[in-house]
């Protein structure tokens, strides 16, 4: 890992060959769930360096920055408000891969995003860029930039599923739905793939940037409507369900008004289970490259523990395709831990070292006080796990409802996962806003 005197050294280079200033106060931006950015000044303007943290972490991406720094200034032209992109690193500089952007004003924090006065006018900005987004086909970005295919896509998390052990009946009962409903092909336009809070850049409840293009790529344009709608996205908005901001159906006048095209209700159905998936296979795959060392951050270890997360949002979704007997059937609800006694377990060790990192976050500021918070989550998993262990993993069960011999109309099914999915959730994130819908819709409590 670069630091931040190579990091300055080197960008120091970028600037001088587009004619501007050396950098000054370098920082880290705290968040970026693949990509490093950090913030420095050059002359009288502010910048932002987007950089891999290894080469090796991209090596699998269809295209590099080039081909990333391209599509956002395609997309700048096409009137988003993407930022203008200033160069691009070269192995000469010796900082890895990466580009430079001017910095834009706003914040991407959903809290306080979705805090602001007016959500209404923000969603329809947001649907007027996505929509801008998608004027842009094959021929306005570079030939790298691919094409989603439906099935292949579908195929690859069969692959991906076998890879991380098989083994989540809920996830393959989203695999199985996704072969047995993939839509016919449409026309592809540029998909941004990645168009969520957290993603946008917002200044008093107005659009001021579109961040984060390193999924971008051509297909059907509900993938990108649905994405942003997921329950993730929403953060602690579960109950606005286009962007955490209002109506799917203002979202989608809002479209339409600024694109000309219909919104297809049971396309964006589709993506929205589509990209659920995606997202617990990538949760997944968090895990491995923090074992194989390409990423070995805490966060990507903690990410990894969010596949729960996608597990209740896809019961949720996919629960509705179950017969009305089983999906009215309640569950037990969870009975607290019995207190300890004796001397301290794992768990309440764990919980002493969060209880005193919270005594010290004072004494952090930037990327290290929020990697002190995602520290705390981890122990707060640990010491959640130690009092109550789930049993969630089923490689039997998930190969046989990969194969269409059990699905949700098998007696017993539906509430036997709705009972891990509840448990295991409650372990890793029990302030999760969809856990306490779940909690109502499946055992009764408030």
């Not at 630091?3 to 970026?32: F, K, S």
């Not at 292949?152 to 991380?164: K, S």
């Not at 961040?211 to 993938?223: I, K, V």
């Not at 109950?239 to 000309?260: C, M, V």
Request: hydrophobic content about 40%; overall charge negative.
């Amino acid at each position: 890992m670069a630091t931040p005197e190579e990091l300055l050294a080197g960008l120091a280079r970028v600037m001088t060959r587009a004619g501007l200033a050396a950098p000054e106060q370098l920082t880290r931006l705290t968040g970026g769930a693949t990509m490093e950015s950090w913030r420095f000044t050059s002359g009288s303007s502010d910048y932002v360096l987007r950089r891999a943290p290894s080469l090796e972490y991209i090596a699998e991406r269809p295209y590099g920055h080039d081909v990333e720094a391209d599509v956002i200034r395609a997309a700048h032209a096409a009137g988003v408000t993407a930022p203008q992109v200033t160069g691009l690193l070269k192995p000469e500089d010796g900082i890895g891969s990466g580009f430079v952007m001017q910095a834009l004003p706003g914040t991407p924090n959903p809290k306080e995003i979705l805090e602001m006065q007016d959500p209404a006018g923000l969603l329809r900005e947001a649907a007027r860029d996505l929509a801008r987004i998608h004027t842009l086909g094959a021929g306005d970005v570079p030939d790298a930039v691919p094409e989603l295919d439906y099935r292949e896509a579908i195929a690859n998390f069969r692959d991906q599923f076998e890879e991380a052990g098989g083994d989540r009946p809920i996830i393959a009962l989203g695999i199985k739905w996704l072969e047995d409903n993939c839509p016919d092909r449409i026309e592809p336009v540029l998909i941004h793939g990645d168009y969520r809070m957290g993603n946008l850049l917002v200044q008093e409840s107005r659009l001021t940037g579109v961040l984060d293009w390193e999924l971008a790529h051509l297909g059907d344009r509900h993938e990108d409507l649905a994405f942003g709608c997921m329950s993730v996205w929403r953060f602690a908005r579960y109950d606005r369900p286009a962007l955490g901001l209002g109506s799917l159906e203002e979202y989608f006048a809002a479209y339409e008004a600024e694109s000309g095209f219909a919104v297809d209700r049971d396309r964006f159905r589709y993506w929205l289970i589509h990209r659920t998936v995606w997202w617990a296979m990538g949760c997944l795959k968090c895990a491995r490259s923090w074992r194989d060392g390409s990423d070995r951050t805490l966060e990507r270890a903690v990410i990894s523990r969010r596949t729960s997360e996608q597990e209740l949002d896809l019961l949720l979704l996919l629960e509705e395709g179950a017969p009305d007997d089983l999906r009215n059937e309640l569950i037990e609800p969870m009975q607290p831990p019995l207190a300890e006694q004796g001397e301290a377990t794992s768990g309440e060790l764990a919980l002493a070292i969060s209880e005193w990192l919270a005594s010290i976050k004072d004494n952090v500021s930037g990327h290290d006080r929020f990697q002190l918070a995602v520290a705390r989550n981890a122990l707060g998993m640990l010491a959640r796990d130690d009092a109550i262990v789930p049993q969630h993993a089923h490689y039997e069960l998930a190969q046989a409802i990969l194969e269409g011999e059990e699905d949700l109309s098998s007696p017993g099914l539906l509430a036997d996962m709705r009972q891990a999915s509840f448990e295991k959730l409650s372990v890793d994130i029990p302030k999760y806003p969809a856990l306490a819908v779940a909690r109502k819709k499946w055992t009764g409590e408030d």
